[in-house]
């Protein structure tokens, strides 16, 4: 079955660049009938697509409006993985942030979640 | 993009009784290839969401038979035919017809 493994840290300071990458088991990140995607949650904002990945011939990646100018989602074929990078973060960014499967236009699989906190 | 509005916010049930949520979107979710991506996620304290349905009705494997969706168009319901007490939870419905995925306000269900 598949699994996805987030890792990363749980604070960051303001300005400053949160990286998280989510490890897949049961899959592959190169799977052309896959998407890999993040996604946040958060009291304000609720449930909120972030962006993703996915490998069609070529890598493509598709971005939300609201954080397309500070948002990279990178794939890592040699370790079956893909990562979050969200540059110049405030407080606002505070959320729990979920890699997920995206399969046939559902989220099927999820991550177990990493809450990050933006303070100095 | 699709707005995903959800009622109610919260809804006590008693267990054993049925529940409905209803989920309704800002525009029609019908896909160029004639379906429907609906989908309904179950959201336990302190976990991650799981999704129960798929394409309105499709339930996922490992989802209890007392979960079941319909719907058509625009609105869309979750029914719980007889609630039991690991149903405790917030529900959220997501549409993955047109992007971005959106998803709704979720409704909280709490035991009586």
């Known amino acids: 079955q598949v699994q996805l493994q987030q890792s990363g840290p749980g604070l960051v300071k303001p300005s400053q660049t949160l990286s998280l990458t989510c490890a897949i088991s049961?899959?592959?990140?190169?799977?052309?009938?896959?998407?890999w995607n993040w996604i946040r949650q958060s009291p304000s904002r609720g449930l909120e697509w972030l962006g993703r990945t996915f490998y069609i011939s070529k890598w493509y990646n598709d971005y939300a409006v609201s954080v397309k100018s500070r948002i990279t989602i990178n794939p890592d074929t040699s370790r079956n993985q893909f990562s979050l990078q969200l540059n110049s973060v405030t407080p606002e960014d505070t959320a729990v942030y979920y890699c997920a499967r995206e399969l046939a236009r559902g989220v099927d699989v999820w991550g177990q979640g990493t809450t990050v906190t933006v303070s100095s | 993009d699709v707005v995903m509005t959800q009622s109610p916010l919260s809804l006590p049930v008693t267990l054993g009784q049925p529940a409905s949520i209803s989920c309704r979107s800002s525009q029609s979710l019908v896909y160029s290839d004639g379906n429907i991506y609906l989908n309904w996620f179950q959201q336990r304290p302190g976990q991650s969401p799981r999704r129960l349905i798929y394409k309105v009705s499709n339930r996922d494997s490992g989802a209890p038979d007392r979960f079941s969706g319909s719907g058509s168009g625009t609105d869309f319901t979750l029914k719980i035919s007889r609630v039991e007490a690991e149903d405790v939870g917030i529900y959220y419905c997501m549409q993955g017809t047109d992007w971005p995925p959106t998803f709704g306000g979720g409704t909280k269900v709490e035991i009586k």
């Open positions: 049961g899959d592959s990140v190169s799977s052309n009938i896959a998407s």
